[in-house]
């Protein structure tokens, strides 16, 4: 049973341009959703992390979008560069009662010049 | 800290060998994970410790698959016998106090081929 689904499986984008990557999760239990970023060769890394108490949070040029009511959560890059091309997991976990990540598939994203 | 130390970083084997792959978590994290990664299936949690005992091996394939942690410092996974269907990615992952903000620190991994 694949409880987070993430979409696209990739995704160009040219440089400059927007990457939007979106996760849906089944468990209403989840309270707590990571997007990882894994560089090719290494393990994934933390990038931001979102609440449900709040609709979005912005890092950087990272942004989590976060619908409750959808059950749907969404990372944009914005001005994505090409350093930026990797490897994207979101992830949900439920932590009053289990400390584990689920992870969705993954997406991965080439940022062309 | 070093990070997250797993071993080898590549394994070949043959079909039927037994695969051992080690992972050495940050110094004073309390909670260890293993993890499977595949095209087809992405990151799958196989197992994670905490305090060193076994928390949920629900993800574990099957009984030739098995993990240990004889001490917060080192964990193993095993499988005897190794399949070709076995051929993965492996991380280990730990992090600290994993109840309020779990978040996970990876190893490189270790890249897994069965023939």
């Known amino acids: 049973q694949q409880q987070v689904k993430q979409s696209p499986q990739s995704l160009i984008v040219q440089k400059g341009g927007i990457s939007i990557i979106n996760c849906a999760y089944e468990?209403?239990?989840?309270?707590?959703f990571p997007w990882y970023q894994q560089f090719p060769g290494k393990g994934p890394a933390l990038l931001i992390a979102?609440?449900?108490?709040?609709s979005e949070k912005k890092e950087g040029r990272f942004t989590i979008s976060f619908n409750k009511s959808a059950k749907q959560f969404s990372l944009h890059i914005m001005d994505s560069q090409p350093g930026d091309s990797a490897t994207y997991f979101c992830?949900?976990?439920?932590?009053?009662?289990?400390?584990?990540?689920?992870f969705g598939t993954g997406t991965r994203l080439q940022v062309t010049l | 800290d070093a990070g997250v130390i797993q071993s080898p970083r590549h394994e070949v084997t043959e079909m039927g060998q037994e695969v051992t792959l080690r992972c050495k978590p940050i110094?004073?994290?309390?909670?260890l994970f293993w993890y499977r990664q595949t095209m087809m299936r992405g990151l799958e949690l196989l197992i994670y410790?905490?305090?060193?005992?076994?928390?949920?091996d629900s993800g574990m394939p099957e009984d030739r698959f098995s993990a240990k942690m004889p001490n917060a410092s080192f964990s193993t996974l095993k499988i005897q016998p190794s399949e070709p269907r076995d051929s993965a990615v492996y991380f280990c992952?730990?992090?600290?106090?994993?109840?309020?903000?779990?978040?996970?620190?990876f190893g490189s991994g270790t890249q897994l081929s069965v023939l």
């Open positions: 110094s004073g994290h309390d909670y």
């Open positions: 992830a949900a976990a439920n932590t009053g009662t289990a400390s584990k990540l689920t």
């Open positions: 410790f905490n305090n060193n005992v076994p928390i949920d």
């Open positions: 992952a730990s992090s600290l106090g994993g109840g309020i903000v779990p978040k996970l620190f």
């Open positions: 468990n209403t239990a989840f309270d707590y």
């Open positions: 979102i609440r449900p108490d709040v």
